[in-house]
């Protein structure tokens, strides 16, 4: 059974802070991701990583950062937190092979104030 | 990039009657459409899915229709049962890699006993 989890289910920040979202799989995945979760905009991609070290661009990159040392561990960067970035995030990875299914962690809620 | 749009936003249906969700996509070489359901305060997971050379999928209650000419993609729930009732996303991919998924904005449904 595939386990997908997420450093924190609630998080508040000031604006301005560094915020690290961190997210692990155990099931081995080269395939991860970070999306925002937003009413009425559905899950946009921010950024993917197919590989250690290896990133790519989704959607809404713009003010966020990603960092992927290991294969199990997806950290998502927000390098000056603004009040535009509250919002739910959710972390999700995916093998490869014939299967496009990606598991999604339980999701972070952030408030930046 | 692809363009996902999902129709309704919102749908009520009484208990035991059918749900039908639409969706339609922007760039013909997409090849793979999931749906995803999200029930209150959980993490969404894949429902059903379906590729491009196939026309319709069903699993159960659940059936995916796909029109490749019309690039549109439909989910059909009969006999709706209130367990049922959560938020429900399409998705596209475009990207043969299987990692680019460009989400529909999401449908709520409401099943009433």
């Known amino acids: 059974d595939v386990k997908v989890t997420q450093s924190s289910r609630y998080l508040v920040k000031r604006t301005g802070e560094k915020v690290f979202l961190e997210c692990v799989q155990d099931m081995d995945h080269e395939n991860m991701f970070w999306y925002r979760q937003d009413p009425g905009l559905g899950l946009r991609l921010i950024y993917f990583s197919y590989d250690v070290k290896m990133k790519e661009k989704g959607d809404i990159p713009e003010g966020y950062s990603v960092s992927r040392e290991k294969k199990e561990r997806f950290s998502l960067i927000l390098e000056s937190a603004s009040t535009n970035q509250t919002s739910m995030y959710l972390c999700?990875?995916?093998?490869?092979?014939?299967?496009?299914?990606?598991?999604f962690g339980p999701g972070t809620r952030l408030t930046v104030t | 990039g692809e363009n996902v749009e999902q129709h309704p936003s919102t749908l009520s249906v009484q208990e035991g009657d059918s749900a039908v969700i639409k969706c339609t996509y922007s760039?013909?070489?997409?090849?793979?459409f999931p749906w995803y359901k999200q029930e209150l305060g959980k993490r969404p997971q894949l429902i059903i899915d379906i590729r491009s050379n196939v026309g319709e999928k069903k699993d159960q209650r659940i059936a995916v229709t796909l029109n490749k000419t019309a690039k549109h993609f439909s989910l059909h729930i009969t006999e709706t049962q209130p367990e049922d009732s959560a938020v429900y996303f399409c998705?596209?991919?475009?990207?043969?890699?299987?990692?680019?998924?460009?989400f529909g904005t999401g449908t709520s449904l409401t099943v009433i006993p």
């Open positions: 999700a990875s995916r093998g490869t092979g014939r299967s496009y299914e990606q598991y």
């Open positions: 760039d013909s070489a997409s090849n793979y």
């Open positions: 998705a596209a991919i475009k990207d043969w890699s299987g990692n680019q998924f460009y």
